[in-house]
Nanobody, 117 residues
Framework: QVQLVESGGGLVQPGGSLRLSCAAS????????MGWYRQAPGKQRELVAD???????RYADFVEGRFAISRDNVKNSMYLQMTSLKPEDTAVYYC???????????WGKGTLVTVSS
């Protein structure tokens, strides 16, 4: 059974930093494209950053160079380093994995990031 478990969320002041982690089990992330999404209260889930099928990284416009997505295939994990956080970054952040050679998709349960003074 494939599981994605996010961690690293929490309360941070504006301008602060957080590093989110997504640990995969039950499979190897080598078989998947992966990304981070977020959902703020009352809003739709939106892409934050991901690895495209071509292996490149892609970021939402609102990231503005503040976040960096990375993955460690040995540790079977993906990360999102977030800096210069703003109150509007407050959301539940989700890890997503989609099959590169199969029509499957998995989601973690999310980790809450709250940016507030």
């Amino acid at each position: 059974q494939v599981q994605l478990v996010e961690s690293g969320g929490g309360l941070v002041q504006p301008g602060g930093s957080l590093r989110l982690s997504c640990a995969a089990s039950g499979t190897t992330i080598l078989l998947y494209g992966m990304g981070w999404y977020r959902q703020a209260p009352g809003k739709q889930r939106e892409l934050v950053a991901d690895f495209t099928r071509g292996g490149r990284t892609r970021y939402a416009d609102f990231v503005e160079g503040r976040f960096a997505i990375s993955r460690d295939n040995v540790k079977n994990s993906m990360y999102l380093q977030m800096t210069s956080l703003k109150p509007e970054d407050t959301a539940v952040y989700y890890c997503n994995a989609y099959g590169l050679g199969s029509p499957v998709e998995y989601w973690g349960k999310g980790t809450l990031v709250t940016v507030s003074s």
